[in-house]
């Protein structure tokens, strides 16, 4: 862990992407909308600037609270864009919320040094799976949210959604599509490619990484072809993507959760 072993340079980061998160999610309403926005992107440019130096610095470290840093940031990417289409969506507190805790997850718990034997193609693997990672993280975003609009419409509340339901319904299974194709691409590399990516001679291990990853895998095959199919939608087709994603969360940031925090060793 934590916080003696940070440089100045990334407390300093993390604390402003923090400050800058909590003032738009808790200050929208004294803030308006324009100030708060900006709140937001001063969090996420501070939140990338760090994210930068802890993998790419004199020191790079990478860990499960990196890992959900990286994931939220995606996140907050995809929704900043989704804002310029859809202003009157209101996802910014949460977006907000989990970038701040994030970050300062990612300060405490920066996980191990990145080995030096390591292959040049593992950034491409991480890249692929974190990015399968963010993709999953934001169709479970707007499934919660989809879920909360038909809520609100079913108690005749306006949802203030700012986005047709179908519309959403739309753009989460293509989420989890190219989602599903970053996933098994970073499968494909880690089962078959191990000894290059990673330097070392040992076979392939069957470990809770690699069981949850598949079990993953085949959930989200499983939703993809029951939308092709069956046409799954609605409440189904949500609880499905959020199994999915509680196995794909579990195989490498709840494993990395357990052998760093619980267990304290290092990879």
Not at 145 to 170: C, N, Y
Request: hydrophobic residues 60%.
């Amino acid at each position: 862990m934590i916080l003696a072993s940070a440089s100045p340079l990334s407390l300093t980061l993390a604390l402003g992407a923090s400050v800058a998160y909590t003032v738009s999610a808790i200050g929208a309403a004294r803030l308006g909308a324009s100030l708060a926005r900006t709140a937001v992107w001063l969090g996420w440019l501070l939140h990338g600037a760090l994210l930068a130096w802890t993998m790419l610095g004199q020191d790079p470290h990478f860990g499960f609270a990196p890992a959900l840093s990286v994931t939220a940031w995606l996140v907050a990417a995809v929704y900043a864009v989704e804002a310029r289409l859809y202003p009157l969506m209101q996802t910014r507190w949460a977006l907000a919320g989990l970038g701040a805790v994030t970050v300062m997850l990612g300060v405490i718990f920066p996980g191990s040094p990145l080995q030096a034997n390591a292959s040049p193609w593992l950034p491409l693997h991480w890249a692929l799976g974190i990015a399968s990672y963010g993709l999953f993280a934001a169709a479970v975003l707007h499934a919660w949210f989809m879920s909360r609009a038909e809520d609100r419409i079913r108690l005749a509340a306006d949802p203030h959604s700012g986005m047709p339901l179908l519309t959403m319904e739309r753009l989460i299974f293509r989420f989890i599509g190219v989602g599903f194709l970053l996933l098994t691409a970073t499968l494909v590399l880690g089962f078959l490619f191990r000894t290059h990516l990673y330097g070392v001679s040992t076979p392939f291990k069957w470990d809770h990484k690699a069981a949850f990853s598949v079990l993953s895998w085949l959930t989200f095959a499983v939703l993809l072809v029951g939308r092709a199919r069956f046409g799954w939608r609605g409440r189904r087709a949500v609880r499905v993507l959020y199994i999915g994603s509680g196995l794909l969360l579990l195989a490498y940031a709840g494993s990395r959760f357990v052998i760093e925090v619980i267990l304290g060793k290092s990879l």
